[in-house]
């Protein structure tokens, strides 16, 4: 116990000291200072075999997965590992309540099994290149936000598609980086064929459920396999029978060999969105608005959606995936509000701002261009307040609400005269995502949010469709639902059909939920109008705020914001202790799982199939067991990561693989704001306990014969 304490007060007191594990830096811009970091801290491949433009690295074996999460590369043939979430959309499109793979799980035993998926993609980074210059040459004095604004985002473009004018296969995308002060062009490789390989069964790949979700200790063994395929000369290419798997520059080798307290990790993936430089008004501004709106309107549509899924197997297939997208950021949101509160987040922000105020008023230059930043910023968000309040709402109650909404909303957004190949995969999707809609509840959706909404807003925020309810129905908002859902053709096969097919008698701007689509775009249009000067300032004075920062503390290593770019965070497995009298370790093993089935008995969200229960009784773990003989499940480091990570590969020194990322910890969900090294933990997947998974219960030995496995003599 002693060594344990001296190495968990180690980790800590590094990570005061250095901060070297925080920050998700950028691979096409890693400075000498970070190089030399990680090496310090026990990096032994040389840090040009992390990225390079010119040749394999590890870059190369790090997928963008559908665009929303990551993946890792782990056979020459194209197999991809990423998280069980991650597919789950995938796993759920494919299930059946005759063939229950979500429930069941999944595997291939052939590649003509193989289950293809048209909406997925997975992106493979090629190089990156600051285009600063360039773009902010475009920038004339005097123009304002949105002249600045609509200047960028052309000149952006047009150096994006430079790119795939020289050659089709590739995509590039210029992204902006400390709040709009620096501009770097990413370029990619899509590949559009990618097949489902193997799922784990939810009772393993969601073990846990919401309950579990964004806490530690962990059992979830998330994660499920793909494999990427393209023409027979490696080229990307639409799914095809003839298509053969992918073979990669770079293959991720799989280390059995686990960690320790103390060994070095990094985790390399692409994370979503943070907010380390934002301003503390707009910090509170996110947790009433937008995180409150989250927590409140999507509880009341989950609720709903939970009783029925509960109660019949065919809505929880069809619901399954939706559901847990609504739920992961719902409970995210309770997280971060709980967590900015307990950690004083915006203690230590203004405590920060106090600081730079000072510097502002000591240093005549910046005085002169920022001595009105903060009374600016402050007069701004307070002006946009109350409409940004009811805008949050807005969204959560309709745009993000009821799905004969989303679907109104899509078919208004719908461009027909695009490239044929992509009008007709749009098309897809819109079959595929609505195809799972049940009109019972969605009306019962419709009429609570319907209900909450009013009940959260000041009258004037209130879209025109409440006048209806009040005048002609008698302020009954189901009687005015059931008639919407009556009237229109777009609750029916036959009129999604006549959309679909472009039929010259259907007049689709007559439908009602059309109409009422359109009036809701109109009152959100108001709304944004509304508030656009004081926005205006408000981005403005951010992308001073973040400028001024890094002058303020010009010796420091900064890194930018996670935008969706492949990034690369770094540190330690460590344990830490969540409050006083408490000390949690670095990993968990089976034991807990079977721990938790016991203690939670007759409860869904931990019910393990008595086949899996006994393999997991057995203590048979074989190659993949620890030192110790037990089987880990998950293990925590001090990594960086946000949304978008899931999925992300973790290695260790030698860049091999040790798991995948999937989530972070309930007692520091404010870190997409604020990095606490004492509480911030990465949560992973051990790839040994995946790969059990795989043979073990998947009975696919094929699969695991097709890694590069990696293992010191003992």
Not at 115 to 131: A, C, K, S, T, W
Not at 324 to 331: F, G, L, T
Not at 377 to 397: D, G, I, M, T
Request: aromatic residues 10%.
């Amino acid at each position: 116990m002693r060594l344990r304490l001296t190495l968990i007060a180690a980790c800590c007191l590094f990570t005061l000291a250095g901060r070297a594990d925080e920050g998700m830096w950028m691979l096409g811009n890693l400075n000498k200072q970070t190089r030399e970091t990680m090496k310090e801290m026990g990096l032994q491949m040389p840090a040009s075999k992390l990225y390079s433009s010119k040749r394999p690295s590890l870059k190369d074996a790090v997928v963008s997965f559908g665009g929303f999460c990551s993946g890792v590369v782990v056979s020459e043939d194209g197999l991809v590992f990423t998280n069980h979430h991650c597919g789950f959309s995938s796993i759920q499109q494919h299930s059946t309540v005759e063939h229950d793979y979500l429930k069941d799980g999944f595997v291939a035993h052939s590649r003509s099994e193989e289950l293809p998926n048209p909406e997925l993609y997975v992106r493979f980074l090629l190089r990156q290149e600051d285009v600063t210059k360039r773009v902010l040459d475009i920038v004339k004095p005097g123009m304002d936000e949105t002249e600045r604004s609509n200047a960028i985002d052309s000149v952006m473009l047009v150096i994006g598609e430079e790119v795939s004018h020289k050659d089709s296969t590739l995509t590039g995308i210029v992204d902006a980086y400390y709040g709009g002060n620096e501009f770097w062009l990413s370029v990619y490789r899509d590949y559009n064929d990618v097949r489902l390989v193997f799922a784990p069964p939810s009772s393993v790949g969601k073990f846990g459920w919401d309950t579990d979700n964004w806490e530690w200790p962990r059992h979830t063994g998330d994660f499920s396999v793909f494999r990427i395929y393209a023409d027979r000369h490696n080229r990307p290419a639409d799914y095809s029978p003839d298509n053969v798997p992918y073979h990669p520059e770079y293959v991720a080798p799989v280390s059995l060999d686990g960690y320790h307290e103390g060994s070095f990790c990094m985790t390399l993936g692409y994370p979503g969105s943070t907010e380390r430089y934002l301003s503390s008004f707009g910090i509170e501004e996110m947790m009433n608005n937008s995180n409150q709106a989250q927590i409140d309107i999507r509880g009341v549509k989950q609720a709903i959606w939970k009783r029925e899924m509960d109660s019949r197997d065919s809505i929880r297939i069809k619901y399954a995936s939706k559901y847990d997208e609504s739920s992961n950021y719902w409970k995210n949101s309770i997280g971060v509000n709980r967590a900015v509160r307990k950690l004083h987040v915006l203690d230590k922000k203004r405590a920060m701002e106090q600081e730079l105020r000072r510097w502002i008023q000591q240093t005549p230059g910046e005085r002169e261009r920022l001595l009105h930043l903060f009374s600016d910023l402050e007069l701004n968000y307070k002006n946009r307040r109350e409409e940004n309040h009811a805008q949050a709402y807005f969204v959560e109650s309709f745009l993000n609400g009821p799905e004969l909404i989303q679907l109104s909303l899509s078919i208004l957004n719908f461009d027909f005269e695009g490239e044929e190949k992509t009008v007709i995969a749009n098309l897809k999707a819109i079959i595929e995502k609505y195809a799972n809609l049940d009109l019972d509840i969605d009306k019962e959706v419709f009429t609570a949010l319907l209900k909450e909404y009013r009940s959260r807003v000041e009258a004037q925020y209130l879209p025109e469709l409440y006048q209806t309810i009040d005048t002609l129905y008698d302020g009954n908002e189901r009687s005015y639902v059931d008639s919407l859902y009556a009237r229109s053709e777009l609750t029916t096969p036959r009129g999604l059909k006549r959309f679909l097919e472009r039929d010259s008698t259907y007049h689709i701007y007559d439908d009602p939920a059309i109409t009422l689509g359109i009036d809701l775009i109109t009152k959100l249009f108001e709304m944004n109008i509304r508030m656009q000067q004081a926005s205006g300032e408000i981005i403005r004075n951010e992308r001073l705020l973040n400028a001024a920062v890094r002058r303020m503390y010009a010796s420091r290593n900064f890194y930018p914001d996670a935008n969706s770019t492949m990034r690369l965070s770094f540190g330690t497995v460590c344990g830490y202790t969540p409050f006083d009298g408490a000390e949690y370790d670095y990993y968990t093993t089976t034991k807990g799982i079977l721990e938790k089935v016991k203690t939670h008995a007759g409860d869904v969200d931990f019910e393990v199939q008595p086949e899996l229960l006994s393999l997991l009784s057995s203590g048979d773990f074989g190659k993949y067991a620890g030192e110790k003989g037990e089987m880990n499940v998950c293990f925590i480091s001090n990594n960086d990561i946000t949304g978008g990570n899931s999925g992300s590969a973790m290695f260790n020194d030698k860049g091999e693989l040790l798991g995948l990322a999937f989530d972070g910890n309930w007692e520091a969900m404010s870190s997409d704001i604020l990095y606490e090294p004492k509480m911030q933990r990465t949560i992973g997947v051990d790839v040994r306990y995946m790969l059990f998974m795989i043979e073990k219960y998947g009975k696919a030995g094929n699969l695991i014969e097709e890694l590069k496995m990696k293992t010191a003599p003992r």
